[in-house]
């Protein structure tokens, strides 16, 4: 991997995050710390560089106040793509490019606003439902590249590789850090995460391990789950059995690994596009969204069916081309 990765700048770190794993080589930042898209990162022969938009956005006026939709972050688009749930491979109904810098792993929230990541900027940009321009935003330091909120409205911001090696923590409606759960001691950066219904926190590290945080700790537990390469986005199924996307840095083939309570070996392995990321399951966890970057590659995301044995029904490919984060509204299928 390290012939591949070229050079980076502090502000397009995530990108290494999104596909090196614990690998990195060659990292020169410029002399003012600021972003140069000379020196950006280029990986398996795609430029890292988040190519510029105009700012603002547009959405389709009679889908303003739809539910039920699908949000694609595209870090080499520079823009989060907003898709009807329903339909075979359809078409953007709307783009959101205002406020966007470099978008990683998304989240949703129970009112159906928006957050992203947005690691070029260092801060996280929230929007309600049917707007195309923010309404709020968080400033937790360097590199946010994934965020989840609880149920509760709690947010969670992971930021890796420069500055803080953490995980920043806001009380529902406050854009002031409530505490921090530090992972410097953990040996890597965390690159995904998701709750489960107890609010206990789960964090993948780019050194292929997952640890656990009871609500309100900053200590925790590495599950020692075995098996995986390149830990991504994860979440639960109904069932309780936590789902690992797995990135073997393979440009033809990745996985989602399937991990029941308690068990430390997968249960089942589902092959997907090649380097998955971010993953988001529909209502009743009928329905899983995998977001394959494919770097070199046109990504999409797939769309597998959890009662066919993960089977693919659908997909995601209009408008993407290297697909990173992906979130649905409340009530998306």
């Known amino acids: 991997m390290g012939n591949f990765v070229k050079y980076a700048t502090l502000a397009s770190v995530a990108l290494l995050a999104a596909c090196s794993g614990n690998q990195l080589t060659n990292v020169a930042p410029s002399s003012s710390g600021a972003t140069d898209a000379a020196t950006q990162v280029r990986t398996l022969g795609t430029a890292g560089v988040a ?43 709307g783009e959101i490019t205002d406020g966007i810098n470099t978008p990683d792993g998304l989240g949703v929230d129970a009112k159906g606003n928006l957050y992203v990541p947005n690691a070029g900027a260092s801060n996280v940009t929230v929007y309600k439902p049917g707007t195309t ?27 890796g590789i420069v500055g803080c090696i953490c995980v920043t923590v806001y009380g529902p409606q406050s854009t002031t850090p409530e505490y921090t759960i530090q992972l410097d001691n953990t040996g890597g950066s965390p690159i995904g995460m998701t709750l489960d219904k107890k609010n206990n926190l789960y964090i993948a590290l780019t050194n292929a391990t997952v640890y656990e945080f009871a609500p309100g700790q900053t200590t925790g537990t590495n599950l020692g ?41 997968f249960s089942k392995q589902i092959t997907v596009g090649p380097q998955p990321f971010e993953i988001a399951f529909g209502r009743h966890d009928a329905l899983l969204y995998v977001a394959n970057v494919s770097y070199g590659n046109t990504g999409d995301v797939e769309i597998l069916s959890a009662h066919k044995g993960y089977t693919q029904v659908n997909e995601l490919m209009q408008s993407l081309e290297q697909p990173i984060g992906v979130a649905l509204s409340p009530g998306a299928p």
């Open 225 to 265: 789950l075995s098996g995986l390469h390149n830990p991504r986005g994860l979440a639960f199924d109904n069932k309780g059995d936590l789902l690992v996307a797995d990135d073997p840095l393979s440009f033809t083939t990745g996985f989602v690994d399937i991990y029941p309570p308690g068990k430390t070996s």
């Open 51 to 93: 190519k510029p938009r105009a700012h603002g956005g547009w959405i389709l006026p009679d889908k303003k106040h739809k539910k039920g939709v699908v949000y694609v972050s595209d870090i080499d688009t520079n823009a989060v793509e907003i898709y009807p749930a329903k339909g075979a491979n359809p078409a953007p109904i």
């Open 133 to 159: 321009s923010p309404f709020m935003s968080y400033s937790p330091g360097p590199n946010p590249v994934f965020v989840v909120i609880g149920k509760d409205g709690t947010v969670y911001i992971a930021q």
